[in-house]
């Protein structure tokens, strides 16, 4: 993708290159759900963390990523006991919403071009 820009915040934890790599490939494999023409920026604000530092029976972890492309905005959060499996969770989220609108937008131009079709077969 062309006008990519993410932004990526930790909280209650380093942001280590695994960590961002790992973010940076799971929100690379959302761009083949996103059709983006060349003047349009997409961007993607994640964060990942700890949601408390306190926890008795282990850490828990909480990814929340906000999507502003198409002047839509999308959100997905998760909260797993592993941050990988939160940030999975997240993505799949978000990969279903994106999917969503798309097919809604292909099947609302295809009704409308079939109006046209009738319209001129009969009008």
Do not use: P
Not at 31 to 56: M, P, R, S
Not at 70 to 77: A, V
């Amino acid at each position: 993708m062309k006008n990519k820009i993410l932004n990526i915040k930790a909280t209650h934890l380093d942001l280590s290159d695994e960590i961002r790599n790992y973010v940076e490939s799971r929100i690379d494999s959302l761009d083949k759900f996103i059709d983006v023409t060349e003047k349009d920026t997409t961007i993607f604000n994640v964060e990942v963390g700890k949601t408390t530092t306190a926890q008795n029976t282990g850490d828990i972890f909480r990814a929340e990523i906000n999507l502003s492309a198409h002047g839509k905005t999308y959100r997905s959060e998760a909260t797993k006991d592993h941050l990988f499996a939160a940030m999975d969770v997240a993505t799949q989220e978000l990969e279903n919403q994106l999917l969503h609108h798309k097919t809604k937008r292909n099947t609302m131009f295809r009704r409308g071009a079939q109006k046209i079709k009738n319209i001129l077969r009969w009008g």
